[in-house]
């Protein structure tokens, strides 16, 4: 049984001290322009992370993951659910304590969404003042910069891409509306600093639609299932990695 919501009290109580760690999949429920689902990060977090524990023969358990995340900058498109930042920290913070009472030592954060990176950072400090675990974040896609470089062809990629997309195609199959496809009219901002995609960049608190009219910032149209293999395949084994020197340190 690889999830934690599967087992009875008495079951996990057996178990507690002979896993290494936990993992908490963390994703949004975000609009994923024409052609993606709405719970496409959590679907991606969740699934590596459900792969990251089949590969480890018990080691690890999944917990139930968070299907919502910080995602204000997509509100513009229907359907896109958001959390405020104090909710999910809240949130990481209490399933961290719980666990923590039960005498579970090391938490892995997978996360699906970049806009909720600053939250989690603020959570994994908390979780070191407030409790005796160590807990870790990783976002996958940050592991594998070099093979992005090499599969795509776009330069620029970020949200329901050639990136996602492709990886979409490999994980949720019948979740793509591939005759919706469609190559985005990207805005380039007045600031170019300001763009995402910028070398360079300043911050700003921007809105998706500044950059795209249909909610993808990248081309999806240069999506395919061969890049999506090797990119799903990259994201695993580092992301499988990084954990087994986790829970061996
Ligand atoms: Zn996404």
Redesign the pocket.
Known sequence: MLEWKDHTWFEISEKINKIKAVILPVGSCEQ?SLHLPLG??SYSSYILSREIASKLSGDVLVLPPIWYGISPHHMHFKGTITLESSTLLSMVRDIARSLDKHGVRKLIIIN??GGNIPTLNLALREIKEKTKLKAILINPWELINDVIKDVLESEIWG??CEF?TSVALVIIPDKVRKDKITKPNIKTPKMKYAALWSPIRVTTAWNTDEFTDTGSIGDPTKASVEKGEKLWQAMLERTLSVVKEFIES
């Open positions: 994923h496409m990060d699906g969404h949200h329901a996602e």
